[in-house]
């Protein structure tokens, strides 16, 4: 079973950029759709976007303007990039590995396993 | 404001048999499979549930996930104090073309 650990700075300056990565573990990064996850403190958990390992994205329209990921499969990591950061990007963002499949125009999408999260405080 | 509409709060007693609902749209629930994630005090989320009603090895059968229509359900029966968490739902929503979860439940077990 992979693992999958979070690293990164915890406090970013607003309208500077987040950049965390996430190590893989235990498996290989080639197949599924490595995701980023993150969830604000007491609030629900919002879907950030997925690469998937051939390289194709997906992002949440709330947010692309201002998100990339990529992955390293030398290095068995993928990476999150959100910059002009304000309070409200405030979270802690969780790594996840995602499966997503399609049949009759019915998606399938989960996620498993996850990182153990990292708290980004965005702040002066 | 989540997409996906779930109960702030359900609670039961020990042994009994809970219901957490999650509420969504044609573009979301009401054409794709629905993932439940249970997320103790503290730690990441872990899957319960995929592709709306499979459980991954290791989750106890006492775990179950339905749908029907636009709303889809996650039933725990006899519960334990160790189920107390947050019950988060998720799914693919074709509009937006983005993933998308629901608010989160907890549930106290009496």
């Known amino acids: 079973q992979a693992q999958l650990q979070e690293s990164g700075p915890g406090l970013v300056k607003p309208s500077e950029t987040l950049s965390l990565t996430c190590t893989v573990s235990g498996g290989s990064i080639g197949s599924d759709y490595w995701s980023w996850i993150r969830q604000p403190p007491g609030k629900g958990l919002e879907w950030i976007g997925y690469?998937?390992?051939?390289?194709?994205?997906s992002y949440n329209p709330s947010l692309k303007s201002r998100v990339s990921i990529s992955i390293d499969t030398s290095k068995n990591q993928f990476s999150l990039k959100l910059n002009s950061v304000t309070a409200a990007d405030t979270a802690v963002y969780y790594c996840?590995?995602?499966?997503?499949?399609?049949?009759?125009?019915?998606?399938?999408?989960?996620?498993?396993?996850w990182g153990q999260g990292t708290l980004v405080t965005v702040s002066s | 404001q989540s997409v996906l509409t779930q109960p702030p709060s359900v609670s039961a007693a020990p042994g009994q048999k809970v219901t957490i609902s999650c509420s969504g749209s044609r573009s979301n629930i009401g054409n794709h499979y629905v993932s439940w994630y249970q997320q103790i005090q503290g730690t990441a989320p872990k899957l319960l549930i995929y592709e709306t009603n499979k459980r991954p090895s290791g989750i106890p059968d006492r775990f179950s996930g339905s749908k029907s229509g636009t709303s889809a359900t996650l039933d725990i029966t006899g519960l334990q104090t160790g189920d107390e968490a947050d019950y988060h739902c998720g799914t693919w929503d074709s509009s937006l073309s983005a993933g998308v979860f629901g608010g989160g439940t907890k549930l106290t077990v009496l």
């Open positions: 996840a590995r995602g499966s997503y499949i399609v049949v009759a125009y019915s998606a399938m999408l989960w996620f498993d396993p």
């Open positions: 690469m998937y390992y051939s390289g194709s994205t």
